[in-house]
């Protein structure tokens, strides 16, 4: 199976910062990387597919890029409800895999 | 709208059987797989299998492959996910979702207890 590698596993920050969540696959996923967030007692959302798109709906703050190995996921401006924890997952292979998950906190 | 509404929450014991639904509406359910992930308690997302409506094609996570069995009905345009003897170690919430490449919809979990 790909492992997925997510750092940092958690994050201290304050509204209004800019975050980078970064991602490492064990073997090259190409551009089938998709970042999801999700809040607690909810079912997780998609943000940004095939490495940098845009899911409909979601703000402009979030961005997508890497490929191969590495991506990373930005939030520039971070706002209060933005305070979750974040998923990377590959589906370049079956068994699709997840990484460990990024919990922002306030700081 | 598209939507994915699961079976509600389900408290079992160790050894029982189980079958939990994810009834799809606002899209064509033939023209999109549906996945299940499983969240254990205070744990991330595990990819259990994905299935192909249109033909009922399935692929599981090997991790979970023996252990679940992933169907269809189309005609009431309804997954499942079933466990033919439940283990304590079952107890998680489980999500359905829509796609094979990209999750874009997803079900609101169904928490399945299972007691030893």
């Known amino acids: 199976d790909i492992q997925m590698t997510q750092s940092p596993s958690s994050l201290s920050t304050s509204v209004g910062d800019r975050v980078t969540i970064t991602c490492r696959a064990s073997?090259?996923?190409?551009?089938?990387l998709n970042w999801y967030q999700q809040k607690p007692g909810k079912a997780p959302k998609v943000l940004i597919y095939?490495?940098?798109s845009l899911q409909s709906g979601v703000p402009s703050r979030f961005s997508g890029s890497g490929s191969g190995t590495d991506f990373t996921l930005t939030i520039s401006n971070l706002q209060p409800e933005d305070f979750a924890t974040y998923y990377c997952?590959?589906?370049?292979?079956?068994?699709?895999?997840f990484g460990q998950g990024t919990k922002l906190e306030i700081k | 709208e598209v939507q994915l509404v699961q079976s509600g929450a389900e408290v079992k014991k160790a050894g029982e059987s189980l079958k939990i639904s994810c009834k799809v509406s606002?899209?064509?359910?033939?023209?999109?797989?549906i996945g299940w992930v499983r969240q254990m308690p205070g744990k991330g997302l595990e990819w259990m299998g994905i299935?192909?409506?249109?033909?009922?094609?399935?692929r599981y996570n090997p991790s979970f492959q023996g252990q679940v069995t992933i169907s269809v009905d189309k005609s009431i345009t309804t997954a499942f996910l079933q466990w033919s003897s439940l283990k304590a170690s079952d107890t998680a919430m489980y999500y359905c979702?829509?796609?094979?490449?990209?999750?874009?919809?997803w079900g609101q979990g169904t928490l399945v207890t299972v007691s030893s």
């Open positions: 979702a829509r796609g094979e490449i990209t999750f874009d919809y």
């Open positions: 606002g899209y064509s359910f033939i023209r999109y797989w």
């Open positions: 299935i192909n409506p249109g033909d009922s094609d399935t």
């Open positions: 073997q090259s996923v190409s551009s089938y």
């Open positions: 095939a490495t940098s």
């Open positions: 997952h590959q589906s370049y292979r079956k068994p699709n895999t």
